[in-house]
Structure formats: structure tokens, C-alpha cells
């Protein structure tokens, strides 16, 4: 069975986001406080910004004279904002906010969507398996995309939702959306409308536009759900997608005042527990990971330095180890800025790590630590 064309769109644009190409303006961006995701979608470009703990997504941006121009989403709102590009760095600017920023040359869901883009499956796997090990919401959720189309592997969707239940554990809005679908549909797993709609519901007050959509549907439909007029149409307005924003104001028209005004009260309520789940979720998945500095020498990864204090330096890591294994993916040759993405994760995920002290073997296994 075949998702509908809305949802097979959504996913080839989250894929070819993910795999961008390697030119000038792609890749991560990070300033102070600020990190910019920039993919390129063939010519136009999206990602998502990251202040202050807020995450913003913006689409369709576009290069012109060598800077980046769009809009990003902060709640109802859309603002405008620029990285204007010089070689490795750039500048970020957004109304009366100008920051300077710097591009990271490594990003591990690039280099995967770029193998991707090659059908070079078998590597794609190769450099997905340890962040996955890692517990990343979006490995998980590029696994389940690679099971479901067949992608160095036979199509499964079976195996897919398994993938998609892990990643929207590990807080992955697109996973859980994607997962509703499955459920409402029976896709790989038996009809499940309730579980469906549960699903579509976290989606969309975590932002997702089309599980705001889904919800509304199934709430005008209902299928296996309460049919519910005053309920649906508010989720079709919490959704940015056109085609929810026109059935909305057609079924509108269909109500009466009071239940108009319902459908107002209900909307509000529902804009305000995005809100608090978005940030709620901004402030539970804080970045983390292990504190201490390397240097590259001689295709080596050795500790220059432990933070004093950190859990790192209380489980022995000392200044001349060489860092020779992270989750079982060995350093040796790898850029340092590729390491550090290994190293990277959200705090308190459990990392292991293996360590050469002289002629002494070491493993150590340790969660995460906030970045500071």
C-alpha cells in the first residue's frame, strides 16, 4: 500500500534535505547561541535555525549574490533572514539581530544523504549504524525511510515502523507523523484510527503541519474516531498547509456563529500547547558531549585536554589517549571535526569509548555531558 501523494512529497523533501550537496553554502552554520542547518533541495534551499533553545525551520530560501535570503517559522509568524557568504564564514541577520558565523565542513546526515543520492546503500548503512547506536531521533528516522523504499535492503514496512516507533521515542516529529500514517492506514501494522490520531496529535503540537492536517481529517471522517466538526476544523487551521487552510474556510462556512466562536477558543488553546511542547521539548533534548579537546596527529585522535570537574575526567581520560573507537566506529583517519560529530549527541545519551593509554587498552562507557 502507497502513502497518499501529500505524504509521499513530504518524505522525498525530508530526504533530499537531508541530502544535501557539498557546495559553499550547505552544511552547519554556528555562532554565538546560533546554529543554522542549511540543506540544498535542488537550487532552493531549508533546513532550521536554532536560538536560545528554539528551533525554527524556514523552506524555499534561495542564493542571490551570494547570500542566503528566506523566511524562517517562529508560531504564526514568518521573519525574514540572510546569511551573507565569505568563503568559510558569513553573516546571519534577522531584523535588528546580526551575527557572525562560521560554516562546520562535517555534517554525518549529509555525507548519509549523500549516499544516498549515489545509491551507494551499503555505505549509507555503514555511517547510519552508529548513530543510530547512538540513539539519534533523525538516524532512526532516515533507517525507517531507507526500509520503506527498499534502499539497500528489501522494502519492509514492517521493519520500517519499528524504526519509525524508535525514532519518535527519541522525540522525531516527522517519525511520529509518519508512524500515524501507518497506523491509520494499516501499513505494515494492523488499523489502529485511535493510536493514529493520538500519534498525529503529538506530531502537530511538536509543529508538523501535515500531522496537524491528518488529525483534522481524521476528526471530520472519522474511521474509527468520534466525528467531531468543531474539533477538526480547529486542527485544519493549526496546519500552514494550503489545502487544510481552504477546506477549513469551505467547513467554516457550514457553522454556526456559535460554533465558530468554538472553533476560535479551541484553535487558541491548541496554538498555546504547541507552544509549551515545543518548548518543553527544546529544553529536554539539550545538546551534549564529551568535554574534553583532541587534536589529529598522525591520523591519531589524542586527548589535548579534560575539562576539570566533568564526569570525563572523573572516569580517568587523561591529556596523551588516544581516542582509537566511538560506539565501535573506529577514529583512525577520520577529520577531526568528523570525530567530534561522533562525540556529539544529546545530553545523557550513553556513549562507549575506546581508549590507548601506552600500551594499555581502555573502554569506557559514559553518558553525554551538557555543552557549556
Not at 17 to 41: F, M, N, Q, S
Not at 96 to 119: A, H, N, Q, Y
Amino acid at each position: 500500500m502507497i502513502r497518499s501523494l501529500r505524504l509521499i512529497l513530504a518524505t522525498v523533501i525530508s530526504l533530499f534535505c537531508l541530502a544535501a550537496r557539498a557546495d559553499e553554502y550547505t552544511g552547519i552554520w554556528v555562532g554565538d547561541g546560533l546554529t543554522i542547518l542549511v540543506y540544498d533541495c535542488h537550487g532552493t534551499y531549508t533546513g532550521q535555525i536554532d536560538q536560545a533553545g528554539r528551533v525554527l525551520p524556514f523552506s524555499k530560501a534561495k542564493v542571490v549574490d551570494d547570500t542566503i535570503k528566506g523566511q524562517f517559522q517562529f508560531g504564526d509568524k514568518a521573519f525574514d533572514f540572510s546569511i551573507a557568504i565569505e568563503g568559510e564564514a558569513g553573516t546571519f541577520t534577522s531584523g535588528k539581530t546580526t551575527k557572525p558565523v562560521k560554516r562546520k565542513t562535517w555534517d554525518p546526515f549529509s555525507f548519509v544523504g549523500e549516499l544516498i543520492d549515489k545509491k551507494d546503500y551499503a555505505a549509507a548503512w555503514a555511517q547510519l549504524n552508529p548513530l543510530i547506536a547512538q540513539n539519534q531521533a533523525h538516524a532512526f528516522y532516515v533507517g525507517a525511510l531507507m526500509h520503506e523504499h527498499g534502499w539497500g535492503c528489501e522494502p519492509d514496512q514492517s521493519q520500517a515502523n519499528k524504526f519509525y516507533e524508535h525514532a519518535a521515542a527519541a522525540g522525531s516529529v516527522s517519525a511520529m507523523a509518519n508512524l500515524g500514517v501507518s497506523y491509520r492506514d494499516g501499513m505494515g501494522v494492523a488499523k489502529d484510527p485511535n493510536k493514529a490520531f493520538d500519534l498525529f496529535k503529538k506530531a502537530a503540537l511538536l509543529g508538523d503541519s501535515i500531522a496537524a492536517q491528518n488529525a483534522g481529517a481524521s476528526l471530520l471522517n472519522g474511521g474509527g474516531i468520534p466525528v467531531d466538526r468543531v474539533e477538526g476544523i480547529a486542527w485544519l487551521m493549526l496546519s500552514s498547509e494550503p489545502t487544510a487552510a481552504k477546506d477549513a474556510e469551505r467547513l467554516s462556512g457550514k457553522l454556526t456563529a456559535d460554533e465558530r466562536k468554538q472553533v476560535e477558543a479551541r484553535l487558541a488553546d491548541l496554538k498555546a500547547q504547541r507552544e509549551r511542547q515545543k518548548a518543553a521539548k527544546a529544553f529536554a533534548e539539550k545538546p551534549g558531549t564529551i568535554p574534553m579537546a583532541l587534536e589529529v596527529i598522525d591520523g591519531k585522535a589524542v586527548v589535548k585536554s579534560v575539562v576539570a570537574g566533568s564526569k570525563a575526567a572523573e572516569v580517568g581520560i587523561k591529556p596523551g589517549d588516544v581516542l582509537v573507537e566511538v560506539d565501535k566506529k573506529a577514529t583512525a583517519g577520520l577529520r577531526l571535526e568528523q570525530i567530534q560529530a561522533l562525540l556529539n549527541g544529546v545530553e545523557g545519551s550513553n556513549i562507549s569509548m575506546a581508549f590507548k593509554r601506552g600500551e594499555e587498552n581502555m573502554q569506557i562507557a559514559m553518558p553525554r555531558e551538557a555543552v557549556k
